[in-house]
Each structure stands twice: as C-alpha cells, then as structure tokens.
C-alpha cells in the first residue's frame, strides 16, 4: 500500500492539535497508509524544498502567517479559494517527475457550517483582515449578513479602526467575529480592544481560537450574557473537509449555494 503524508504548515506551531486529530482519524478509517506532521516553515522560502524532499508528500494544510502569502507558491486554486483569495489546504499530485499542487479554502466551509443555525440575522463585525477573515467575510455574504472589517491599519472602504468602535456601532452589529491570534494561547488574557460594555444579551462573540477553550474575547461576552462560541467546531469542520480532499479523487468542492466575489482587503 502506498504510504503519504500530510502535514500542516506555519509558524509557529506549538497551539496546534491537527496532526493527533488526522493520524487519529486517518487509523479509525483504516487509512494505516497515511500518516500527519507537522512542519513549521519560518519561511515560505522553504515550500518547494519541503515539497521535494518528501515523495511520500500528499497534502498539506495552511496556518498563519502563509494562508494568503502561500497562493503565488501554487499551480492552481479551487474556485472558491480564489474568490477568497486565501488558500487553508494544498491537494499534492505527483506524475511523470512533475508536482502539481492545487490550493482549497476549508475555513469558510467550517465557518458557513458551524453557525449557520445558531444566528439570527444581524450586522457583524470582522475583527482582523488576515486571511482567516476573508474566508469568514465569504461565509458570511452567504448567508446573507452585512459586515465591516474592524483593524488595527484601516485600508479602504468598508474598514473601520478599533478606535472608530462606538457604542452605537457595537449595538448596531449583534454578530462579532475574532479572526485574530490575539487571545491565542499563551496570551489567553489578551482581548481585541473594543468597548464590551456596549454589548449585551442579543449579542454573539465568536471566537475563531479554539486553545485556549475561553478567550478574554469568549469571557468578556459571557460577563455581559451574549451568546458565544469558540472556534473549535469549525476547527473539527474544516479539518473534516480537508480530510475530504486528502481523500478523494475529486478535485472541486461545492459547499455553498452561491459564490460571491470579495473585494481585495489588505492583511492586519
């Protein structure tokens, strides 16, 4: 039987549970074959030498910083991916001495998925323009809710500083998002700063970190009885996803009902 490997590339690591959750399924379904590792790149200079040094090399998947950065490195984009313009899982194929790599966006399945049926419609706020947030972004037009992105470097229309976050912009949007790293183990005390005493009960905080289990986000939330949820479903979700693609002889995903295109926004 043919041996690959799949693995997750980033930088840095260390909070990551992917390869216990793969080679844990990956045995479960009887895929004694393939196996799932972890490669942390400090740079995306080292891509290609990874890619080549390892024949056995099926699949990858993509965290941060490289889930944008990562598209110039790749032959071709699922469709979806590149109306996102960021790129979570790489599809490997290998013949005739030559490598074909194809990248895939999974987060904003996981996304679409996770809450679909837990919100009421409602403006939502975007907190971060990184890559994980465009994959939220095309979610959330999906289902069909208005949204700004909030940073810290403000670029174009429709992105507001956090320090334009007023009480009537709190209000005005009960659905808000942290696509950011802030709160990400071991900084769990670190919140996005944005003025919770304006939130209340109708509110949902989501949180796409899943370690720790609550965020200063998450807790911030609970204080005031919104609604929250961590990230860790749409972790199992996309990671699911990806699973399908590492798997399957397939090469296109159709997980929503419609595409939407996305405006370039620029990364935080």
């Not at 039987?1 to 990551?16: N, Q, R, V």
């Not at 790129?87 to 013949?95: C, H, L, M, Q, S």
Request: charged share 20%; glycine share 8%; proline share 6%.
């Amino acid at each position: 039987m043919e041996k690959k490997i799949f693995g997750l590339i980033g930088y840095p690591l260390g909070h990551s549970w992917s390869a216990a959750y793969f080679n844990e399924k990956f045995r479960n379904e009887g895929h004694a074959s393939k196996s799932y590792q972890l490669f942390p790149l400090a740079s995306l200079d080292e891509f290609q030498a990874l890619i080549a040094s390892l024949p056995e090399l099926a699949g990858l998947n993509v965290t941060i910083p490289y889930k944008e950065r990562i598209i110039p490195y790749l032959d071709q984009l699922d469709e979806t991916a590149r109306q996102i313009g960021a790129v979570n899982t790489i599809k490997i194929t290998r013949e005739k001495g030559h490598i074909h790599t194809k990248g895939f966006n999974t987060d904003a399945a996981g996304f679409y998925l996770t809450v679909k049926d837990h919100i009421k419609r409602s403006n939502a706020l975007i907190l971060g323009t990184g890559g994980a947030s465009k994959a939220v972004a095309f979610a959330l037009q999906n289902l069909q809710i208005r949204y700004s992105f909030v940073s810290r470097n403000p670029r174009g229309a429709g992105t507001l500083s956090y320090n334009e976050l007023t009480v009537d912009i709190i209000k005005d949007n009960k659905f808000i998002i942290n696509t950011t790293p802030v709160g990400m183990y071991p900084n769990a005390g670190d919140c996005p700063p944005i003025p919770y005493d304006a939130i209340g009960k109708d509110h949902f905080l989501y949180d796409l970190i899943y370690n720790p289990e609550e965020t200063g986000f998450i807790r911030q939330g609970k204080i005031r009885h919104a609604q929250t949820m961590n990230g860790m479903q749409m972790l199992i979700n996309q990671a699911d996803l990806a699973y399908e693609i590492f798997t399957s002889s397939e090469d296109t995903t159709t997980w929503f009902p419609v595409h939407y295109p996305l405006p370039p926004q620029s990364s935080d």
